[in-house]
């Protein structure tokens, strides 16, 4: 298979070290036996439009620059040394045909999938786009560490179900941590192992929830390093690069139409392409005609078009949110720039599940002011709708943009509610209560300490009261509270969750002048943030004056009286019905499909990173098929097979290059005191360490 590949490569002079791979220009090639001895990857028939119908810009020459006028810019990936599959996807892999175990399988594989080798067809490319960066706009940004490999064929038989969902009937595919490009800045276009397996995990993980999302076909890695600080603490240490392949109906994003913004008056930055409006027009056809042709067709009047098309995006976003508030996902850094044009989860960087409900929840440790709270998430989402509205002006009226705007909240409060319905297994009516019940539940799991995902999943064990039972029966209100106790802090955890993040003397000084100098107080802080940590400060205190005993007696009346309500609630849902048991059987069904049993908790990824760091893949491959089917148990897989040091490590790949290298590597680790627990436990206390940037 190598040999016959090779005859079809050229080197490529743009990049040291660098191969193309051409299209074979023998058309007779198949018929004389060579195509059954190809690869797989070699197979693939590109199109790749977006480089036809968009303005590529012209200049290859190497370095960061200031791209005007284009919406892609050519690059060749870079290289690596010996790369290699950490894992792959088969489910991602087969949107584009391909089969996971071939493409593990073939010689060519990782260096396909990691840019290293570009596959015939492919024309690689980086994308330009700008994006307001917590809440400012940072000008030119662009795709500084992923490349645009081209547009996949969907095969002749994808169901109609997914060409539905990418009506263009193609699927880009990129590498993130390829190399360089005009847009990485003071960055080397690299990515690590810990990130990259990140994104690879939770890209299945969330497609696997039922949320929309972009995919991730592959992770691979190499022997070539780079230098990382971790935790920006003056400690770097070389990492080994790798590269993870993405896959979409297209990777466009609101950032995209921001290249064109005219000069921002709070950060003096403009778009690159500022005053090319002819190329946002283009650009907006472009994005209308190929993936929401229903609109195209159905409005004559371009300016309708663009407000149905904008009405659209808007409604997809509202119900991508609130997906992400109801299985307590946190994205962590929703900049203009990582907000998807089709309403797609992009771009895990610092995401996170919560396990302790904590609406002030924050994934990213970087995020001082907690501008992408957990709660916050569906307010910055329609900011940075406002944001794409302004971009699409005059294309898009700013007057009747206003208008869609407000429909925005409504319909997120709406899928909200469905979904949240859905979780308590409300199936037969919809009563104007429902809001108060589900409220009334996320402040018991906040006031508990009660873990998110765990307590959704105990609810479908609470049954209906039966024919004749009371529904505040003694008995089936303190088996469900104990059941839901189950899930609840301790003392101690509730005491670290409650610490304030700001230090004690800064808090003092900031209060001092919020009296004395109110001015300057603005400037420096916000009310918010230090009201949070008043609130904080508060709930400490009490806690240090309660005992473990008053707590559990408090976490029970609390879990008491909402249990109360639900079963009143549900026996509501059963009035006029004769045969309860399959109502009963009905919701426990929708209830189980919908509240996982797993999600991707952190401790969960941290365990793969380190076994992966220390040449060990099999974890990360076992976490692959649990997430996959994150709705189930599954036998033999209950929980992780890479115990650390001391523990044992079951068999699986192991990277053959790392192997006296894992050994000093696990010894000097940190993973020796760890308490190892199932997956779909509550999270060991070691987990509350895990700090992601």
């Known amino acids: 298979m190598a040999a016959s590949a090779l005859r079809l490569t050229r080197p490529c002079l743009r990049y040291p070290g660098a191969v193309v791979v051409s299209r074979p220009r023998c058309s007779g090639m198949e018929d004389m036996g060579l195509g059954s001895s190809r690869s797989p990857l070699e197979r693939l028939h590109f199109d790749n439009v977006a480089l036809r119908k968009l303005p590529l ?15 892609f810019s050519r690059v060749q990936p870079q290289p690596l040394q010996s790369p290699r599959f950490v894992a792959v996807s088969g489910a991602a892999l087969g949107l584009l045909g391909l089969s996971g175990e071939a493409v593990e399988e073939d010689p060519l594989g990782a260096e396909y999938l990691s840019g290293s080798r570009l596959m015939p067809g492919s024309e690689s490319a980086a994308h330009c786009y700008c994006g307001h960066q917590f809440g400012q706009f940072a000008g030119q940004l662009g795709d500084g560490a992923a490349c645009y490999l081209g547009e996949v064929k969907a095969p002749a038989d994808q169901s109609p179900e997914l060409l539905k969902e990418n009506p263009s ?140 098309f904008f009405r659209e995006v808007m409604l997809r976003t509202a119900r991508l949110v ?80 206003q208008d869609v705007l407000d429909e925005y909240l409504p319909l997120f409060n709406t899928f909200y509610l469905q979904n949240m319905r859905k979780k308590l297994g409300l199936l037969k009516k919809e009563e104007p209560e429902d809001e108060t019940l589900i409220t009334d539940l996320m402040q018991t799991m906040h006031n508990t300490g009660a873990d998110f995902t765990n307590t959704f999943r105990s ?5 209906c009261p039966s024919e ?36 004690p003397r800064e808090l003092a000084m900031l209060l001092s002048m919020a009296q004395s100098n109110p001015a300057l107080f603005n400037i420096l802080s916000d009310r918010t943030t230090v009201a949070q940590q008043l609130q904080k400060l508060s709930r400490l205190k009490e806690l240090l004056e309660t005992t473990e005993e008053e707590l559990k007696a408090k976490q029970t009346e609390d879990w008491t009286c909402w249990i109360q309500k639900y079963r009143q609630r549900l026996a509501r849902e059963c009035e006029g019905v004769n ?87 696990v010894e000097g680790g940190g993973a020796e005191s760890r308490v190892f627990v199932p997956y779909d436990s509550k999270p060991p206390t070691w987990a509350n360490e895990i700090c992601v940037t």
Request: hydrophobic content about 35%; aromatic content about 8%.
């Open 57 to 71: 810009d012209p200049s290859e020459a190497p370095g960061v620059r200031t791209v005007r006028g284009a919406c």
């Open 169 to 308: 009937g193609r699927w880009e595919i990129q590498v993130k941590g390829a190399g360089l490009t005009p847009y990485s800045r003071q960055a080397d276009g690299r990515k690590v192992l810990r990130s990259s397996i990140r994104e690879f995990l939770c890209s299945e993980a969330v497609f696997a929830l039922g949320v929309p999302t972009t995919r991730a076909g592959s992770v691979v890695t190499s022997d070539s390093r780079v230098m990382r600080d971790v935790f920006y603490s003056g400690s770097p240490k070389m990492e080994r690069c790798s590269v993870v392949l993405r896959i979409a109906p297209t990777f466009i994003r609101f950032g995209s139409f921001e290249i064109f913004k005219q000069m921002d008056e709070f950060t003096g930055r403009q778009g690159p392409s500022y005053g090319h409006d002819e190329i946002r027009t283009q650009m907006l056809d472009y994005v209308i005609e190929t993936f929401y042709p229903e609109i195209q067709q159905s409005h004559s009047d371009p300016v309708e078009r663009n407000i149905a």
């Open 322 to 401: 609130a997906q992400w508030q109801c299985v307590g996902f946190c994205h962590g850094v929703l900049n203009t720039d990582n907000m998807s044009i089709l309403g797609l989860t992009l771009d895990y960087g610092p995401f996170g599940f919560m396990d302790r409900f904590d609406p002030d929840f924050i994934c990213n440790a970087s995020d001082n002011s907690g501008r992408y709270s957990y709660k916050a998430q569906p307010a910055i989402c329609r900011w940075n709708l406002a944001r794409l509205a302004e971009a699409l002006s005059p294309d898009l009226p700013s007057a009747r943009a």
């Open 459 to 463: 609810l479908s064990q609470i049954s």
């Open 468 to 503: 004749g039972e009371a529904v505040d029966q003694p008995e089936a209100i303190k088996q469900a509270t104990e059941l839901l106790l189950q899930q609840c802090a301790s003392l101690e955890e509730l005491k670290v969750a409650s610490r304030p993040t700001m230090d």
């Open 579 to 665: 045969d309860i048991k399959t109502v009963q059987e009905e919701r426990v069904r929708v209830m189980d499909n919908t509240n996982p049993r797993v999600v991707l908790r952190n401790y969960i990824a941290q365990n793969a990173i380190e076994a992966a760091e220390n040449g060990d893949f099999s974890e990360v491959r076992r976490v692959l098929k649990v997430l996959e089917k994150p709705f189930c148990k599954q036998e033999g897989l209950e929980q992780p097979g890479w115990m650390g040091r001391g523990g044992s490590v079951e068999s699986g790949e192991r990277d053959e290059g790392e192997q006296g290298e894992a050994e000093t590597e």
